[in-house]
């Protein structure tokens, strides 16, 4: 009873995650050679990463976690994509994702539950409106066939979907510290932004989203614990079935 993750650089790891889930983890690093499984039997959770989806080039690593994605979800794995690892979902089952037209979205930022999320096997707790750590310039632009909608947002609208019994992606940072997003806000101010940009050059100041982060700390924990907890007891149900 295992969760495997995929962590696709050392500054996206796990974070609130690895003491939330109450499963042991199995992180693979394939950007220091570790081999990305055929299979994840107990449960998957792929993290987020600066590549795009479709910069394979960059990440050789990513048809191989489309692929353990795709087959995760066929044969109703416990899957979790975060942001990178949202969009890789996205893609390995037919949606489509792209550089977005809004620009970057960072910080601690409104999501909106839409009527599905209320009765979600994980996010019926988090309320009609909750704030979430985003990180991101590329969108999920198209959903894969029978996906289920649950998140929404005023700069990008899909925030958070599910697709069929036990896969879920989210474009937010449910794992993300405080320290985790001020180790990429330092990345950013120094030209290598996660968005694509460097934060100034979008009008934002990292100190600034820092204080945010920090002043949001209790309340991304009171949102997103329950429902990394929630994912967990479903890896162990699923496992025991």
């Known amino acids: 009873m295992r969760i495997t993750v995929i962590e696709h650089e050392a500054e996206a790891g796990l974070g609130y995650l690895a003491e939330w889930l ?56 416990p899957t979790l994509g975060i942001c990178l690892g949202a969009q890789l979902l996205t893609m390995a089952c037919g949606g489509t994702v792209e550089r977005g ?6 910080g601690a930022c409104e999501v909106i539950a839409l009527r599905a999320a209320a009765s979600d096997r994980l996010f019926s707790g988090v309320g009609e409106r909750a704030v979430a750590v985003q990180y991101h310039q590329d969108a999920m632009t198209r959903l894969p066939d029978g996906a289920v909608p649950l998140f929404t947002g005023d700069r990008y609208p899909n925030q958070g979907y599910r697709l069929g019994e036990a896969a879920w992606a989210v474009q937010f940072h449910p794992e993300a510290t405080p320290e985790i997003f001020a180790a990429w806000t330092a990345q ?11 934060l100034s050059a979008q009008g934002y100041r990292a100190e600034d989203l820092n204080a945010e982060m920090k002043a ?15 994912f967990g007891n479903l890896v162990k149900n699923h496992r025991a079935g």
């Not at 037209?101 to 960072?106: F, K, N, P």
């Not at 950013?188 to 460097?198: E, K, L, V």
Request: net charge negative.
């Open 188 to 198: 950013s101010a120094q030209g290598d932004s996660s968005g694509g940009d460097a």
């Open 101 to 106: 037209s809004a620009g970057l979205e960072v």
């Open 22 to 77: 109450g499963v042991p983890c199995d992180v693979v690093r394939p950007y220091l050679g570790q081999e990305v499984p055929e299979r994840a039997d107990g449960g998957l959770i792929v993290l987020g990463g600066a590549a795009a989806a479709w910069e394979d080039e960059r990440s050789p690593w990513q048809p191989a976690t489309r692929d353990l994605l795709r087959r995760s979800v066929e044969e109703g794995t």
């Open 216 to 230: 949001a700390e209790d309340h991304l924990v009171a949102t997103w614990r329950p429902v990394a907890e929630a």
